[in-house]
Protein backbone atom coordinates (compact mmCIF):
# COMPACT_ATOMS: atom_id res chain seq x y z
CA UNK A 1 0.00 0.00 0.00
CA UNK A 2 1.37 3.57 -1.01
CA UNK A 3 2.18 6.01 1.71
CA UNK A 4 -0.49 8.17 0.08
CA UNK A 5 -2.86 5.64 0.30
CA UNK A 6 -2.21 5.20 4.39
CA UNK A 7 -2.20 9.11 4.63
CA UNK A 8 -5.74 8.76 4.75
CA UNK A 9 -7.79 9.17 7.77
CA UNK A 10 -8.41 5.34 9.01
CA UNK A 11 -4.77 4.88 9.74
CA UNK A 12 -2.59 6.27 12.30
CA UNK A 13 1.07 6.80 12.26
CA UNK A 14 2.22 3.70 13.09
CA UNK A 15 0.40 2.03 10.57
CA UNK A 16 3.27 3.53 7.91
CA UNK A 17 5.92 1.43 9.43
CA UNK A 18 5.95 -1.63 6.81
CA UNK A 19 5.34 -5.20 7.58
CA UNK A 20 4.61 -7.53 4.52
CA UNK A 21 3.50 -10.57 6.08
CA UNK A 22 0.83 -10.61 9.60
CA UNK A 23 3.19 -12.60 11.31
CA UNK A 24 5.55 -9.33 10.98
CA UNK A 25 3.10 -7.13 11.20
CA UNK A 26 2.10 -9.16 14.92
CA UNK A 27 5.94 -8.78 15.41
CA UNK A 28 6.19 -5.00 14.61
CA UNK A 29 2.70 -4.31 16.63
CA UNK A 30 4.08 -6.40 20.23
CA UNK A 31 7.71 -4.40 19.22
CA UNK A 32 4.90 -1.10 19.63
CA UNK A 33 3.10 -2.04 22.41
CA UNK A 34 6.47 -2.65 24.48
CA UNK A 35 7.76 0.29 23.21
CA UNK A 36 5.35 2.58 23.96
CA UNK A 37 5.04 0.97 27.14
CA UNK A 38 8.83 1.89 27.97
CA UNK A 39 8.39 5.55 26.37
CA UNK A 40 5.62 6.05 29.21
CA UNK A 41 7.68 4.63 32.14
CA UNK A 42 10.80 6.69 31.16
CA UNK A 43 8.91 9.64 30.75
CA UNK A 44 7.40 9.33 34.25
CA UNK A 45 10.80 10.01 35.47
CA UNK A 46 10.43 13.00 34.43
CA UNK A 47 9.03 13.99 37.64
CA UNK A 48 9.22 17.61 39.79
CA UNK A 49 7.20 17.74 42.76
CA UNK A 50 4.16 20.45 43.19
CA UNK A 51 5.02 21.94 46.84
CA UNK A 52 1.63 20.99 48.56
CA UNK A 53 0.75 18.42 46.07
CA UNK A 54 1.01 14.60 46.20
CA UNK A 55 0.86 14.77 42.62
CA UNK A 56 4.02 15.80 40.77
CA UNK A 57 4.50 17.32 37.47
CA UNK A 58 6.06 14.71 35.11
CA UNK A 59 6.21 13.91 31.25
CA UNK A 60 4.25 10.42 31.79
CA UNK A 61 0.77 12.25 30.74
CA UNK A 62 2.55 13.38 27.67
CA UNK A 63 3.92 10.04 26.48
CA UNK A 64 0.90 8.07 27.40
CA UNK A 65 -1.61 10.63 24.80
CA UNK A 66 1.67 10.39 22.27
CA UNK A 67 1.27 6.98 22.38
CA UNK A 68 -2.39 6.43 21.60
CA UNK A 69 -2.09 8.73 19.46
CA UNK A 70 0.35 7.21 17.71
CA UNK A 71 -0.46 3.72 17.96
CA UNK A 72 -4.22 4.09 17.70
CA UNK A 73 -7.11 2.52 20.28
CA UNK A 74 -6.24 -0.95 20.41
CA UNK A 75 -2.25 -0.96 20.55
CA UNK A 76 -2.68 2.62 22.56
CA UNK A 77 -4.37 -0.01 25.49
CA UNK A 78 -2.62 -2.45 25.14
CA UNK A 79 0.62 -0.44 25.51
CA UNK A 80 -0.50 1.36 28.76
CA UNK A 81 -2.14 -1.73 29.85
CA UNK A 82 1.33 -3.27 29.40
CA UNK A 83 2.87 -0.33 31.71
CA UNK A 84 0.10 0.13 34.70
CA UNK A 85 0.05 -4.52 35.12
CA UNK A 86 4.24 -4.08 34.82
CA UNK A 87 4.00 -1.04 37.57
CA UNK A 88 1.57 -2.73 39.43
CA UNK A 89 3.47 -5.70 39.56
CA UNK A 90 6.67 -4.32 40.94
CA UNK A 91 8.43 -2.61 38.12
CA UNK A 92 9.64 0.97 39.65
CA UNK A 93 8.41 2.81 36.36
CA UNK A 94 6.05 4.88 37.81
CA UNK A 95 6.75 8.76 38.98
CA UNK A 96 9.79 8.98 40.43
CA UNK A 97 9.99 5.62 40.33
CA UNK A 98 7.16 3.86 42.17
CA UNK A 99 5.23 0.74 41.73
CA UNK A 100 2.17 -0.85 43.04
CA UNK A 101 -1.34 0.30 42.74
CA UNK A 102 -1.99 2.06 46.56
CA UNK A 103 -0.48 5.57 45.88
CA UNK A 104 -2.37 8.43 45.71
CA UNK A 105 -2.16 8.93 41.89
CA UNK A 106 -2.54 5.33 40.83
CA UNK A 107 -5.99 6.76 39.46
CA UNK A 108 -4.39 9.05 37.09
CA UNK A 109 -2.47 5.58 35.43
CA UNK A 110 -6.07 4.06 34.75
CA UNK A 111 -6.93 7.63 33.32
CA UNK A 112 -4.15 7.25 31.41
CA UNK A 113 -4.68 4.24 29.99
CA UNK A 114 -8.51 4.99 28.84
CA UNK A 115 -7.28 8.05 27.75
CA UNK A 116 -4.33 6.44 24.68
CA UNK A 117 -7.57 4.26 24.00
CA UNK A 118 -9.76 7.78 23.55
CA UNK A 119 -7.27 9.31 21.50
CA UNK A 120 -6.16 6.49 19.19
CA UNK A 121 -9.55 6.36 18.08
CA UNK A 122 -10.22 9.76 17.79
CA UNK A 123 -6.47 9.60 15.53
CA UNK A 124 -7.95 7.25 13.67
CA UNK A 125 -10.32 9.77 12.57
CA UNK A 126 -8.39 12.05 11.65
CA UNK A 127 -8.00 13.87 14.87
CA UNK A 128 -4.01 14.03 15.18
CA UNK A 129 -4.11 15.39 10.85
CA UNK A 130 -4.11 19.41 12.11
CA UNK A 131 -3.28 22.01 14.69
CA UNK A 132 -6.96 22.39 16.24
CA UNK A 133 -7.59 19.18 15.71
CA UNK A 134 -5.07 17.67 17.63
CA UNK A 135 -5.44 20.60 20.50
CA UNK A 136 -9.23 18.79 20.86
CA UNK A 137 -7.52 15.37 20.68
CA UNK A 138 -5.36 16.36 23.17
CA UNK A 139 -7.76 17.69 25.05
CA UNK A 140 -10.40 15.09 25.51
CA UNK A 141 -7.71 12.49 25.90
CA UNK A 142 -6.59 15.05 29.17
CA UNK A 143 -10.08 15.95 30.47
CA UNK A 144 -10.41 11.36 30.55
CA UNK A 145 -6.91 10.90 33.02
CA UNK A 146 -8.27 13.89 35.55
CA UNK A 147 -11.94 12.70 35.50
CA UNK A 148 -10.40 9.99 36.90
CA UNK A 149 -7.77 10.74 38.56
CA UNK A 150 -8.75 13.55 40.67
CA UNK A 151 -11.56 11.43 42.57
CA UNK A 152 -9.01 8.62 43.20
CA UNK A 153 -6.91 11.13 44.84
CA UNK A 154 -9.94 12.73 46.66
CA UNK A 155 -10.67 8.85 47.65
CA UNK A 156 -7.22 7.49 48.74
CA UNK A 157 -5.96 10.42 50.82
CA UNK A 158 -9.50 11.65 52.52
CA UNK A 159 -9.52 15.22 51.06
CA UNK A 160 -12.06 17.03 50.17
CA UNK A 161 -13.31 16.86 45.80
CA UNK A 162 -12.44 20.43 45.92
CA UNK A 163 -9.36 20.52 47.49
CA UNK A 164 -8.37 17.02 45.02
CA UNK A 165 -9.16 19.32 42.55
CA UNK A 166 -7.18 22.43 43.63
CA UNK A 167 -4.15 20.07 44.17
CA UNK A 168 -4.24 17.64 41.88
CA UNK A 169 -5.83 19.74 38.30
CA UNK A 170 -5.28 23.02 38.62
CA UNK A 171 -1.67 23.38 39.02
CA UNK A 172 -1.06 21.59 36.17
CA UNK A 173 -2.81 23.32 33.89
CA UNK A 174 -0.09 25.34 32.23
CA UNK A 175 1.90 22.60 31.66
CA UNK A 176 -0.73 20.48 29.94
CA UNK A 177 -1.19 23.80 27.70
CA UNK A 178 2.63 23.47 27.17
CA UNK A 179 2.33 19.66 25.83
CA UNK A 180 -1.35 20.07 23.57
CA UNK A 181 1.50 22.55 21.80
CA UNK A 182 4.22 20.23 21.60
CA UNK A 183 1.56 18.11 19.87
CA UNK A 184 -0.14 20.27 17.96
CA UNK A 185 3.12 21.01 16.56
CA UNK A 186 4.90 17.31 16.13
CA UNK A 187 2.26 15.34 14.94
CA UNK A 188 0.57 17.70 12.12
CA UNK A 189 3.80 17.74 10.66
CA UNK A 190 4.88 14.20 11.06
CA UNK A 191 2.03 13.82 8.72
CA UNK A 192 2.96 15.82 6.43
CA UNK A 193 6.73 14.38 6.64
CA UNK A 194 5.21 11.40 6.19
CA UNK A 195 2.88 12.49 2.88
CA UNK A 196 6.25 13.88 1.49
CA UNK A 197 7.48 10.09 1.57
CA UNK A 198 5.21 9.26 -1.15
Known amino acids: MSTAALTR ?27 GAVLTGLAAQIALPVPGSPVPVT ?41 GFAGPTFGYIVGMLLASGLVGALARRGGDRGVLRTAATMAAGTAVIYALGVPYLALSTGMSLDKAVAVGLVPFLFGDALKAALAMGALPTAWKLAGRRD
Open 59 to 99: GQTFAALLVGTALGARRGLLSLALYALAGMAGMPWFADGTS
Open 9 to 35: PGTVLADLLPAATASRARVRDAALVAG
